[in-house]
């Protein structure tokens, strides 16, 4: 289905969508299955719900730190966050019109960039210091 308009419904139908594709991902299902239990799924994606209302929506839902969350993990890639984009990229496509899709990926692409930045920026790799 196709929508038209973003709501916490169509929301939420895209992002089961969405984290259905991730776990079955031969990448970063892996690496969802290692953090997150099948039985702790259905509370997950009640976070990330809040997350994506919050950013997309305004609903101010979302309390957590999504940057200490991933940066818990310790075994982020680059190579897995230019998986998830795609992912994403493709089932907004799926399931919105071309600017709301348009719109969501913008999104995604800026909070995936800013979680990179602190996750494998290294000043002291860039310059050259610290080694």
């Known amino acids: 289905m196709r929508y ?10 895209f992002l089961a969508a969405f984290y259905a594709k991730v776990r079955r991902d031969d990448l970063i299902g892996p690496v969802f299955a290692q953090a997150i239990p099948d039985a702790a799924w259905p509370a997950h994606l009640a976070v990330i719900q809040d997350f994506w209302s919050s950013v997309l929506l305004r609903s101010g839902r979302y309390k957590g730190n999504p940057f200490g969350k991933h940066l818990a993990l310790g075994t982020l890639e680059r190579a ?5 984009l795609g992912l994403f990229e ?13 719109a ?22 860039a310059t050259g210091e610290g080694a």
Request: glycine share 6%.
């Open 4 to 13: 038209h308009h973003l709501t916490e419904a169509s929301l939420a139908a």
């Open 80 to 84: 897995h966050f230019a998986r998830w």
């Open 90 to 102: 493709e089932t907004a496509a799926e399931a919105f019109e071309p600017g709301i899709a348009a």
């Open 104 to 125: 969501l990926v913008e999104r995604a692409h800026r909070i995936g960039d800013s979680l990179k930045a602190g996750l494998f920026f290294r000043p002291e790799v």
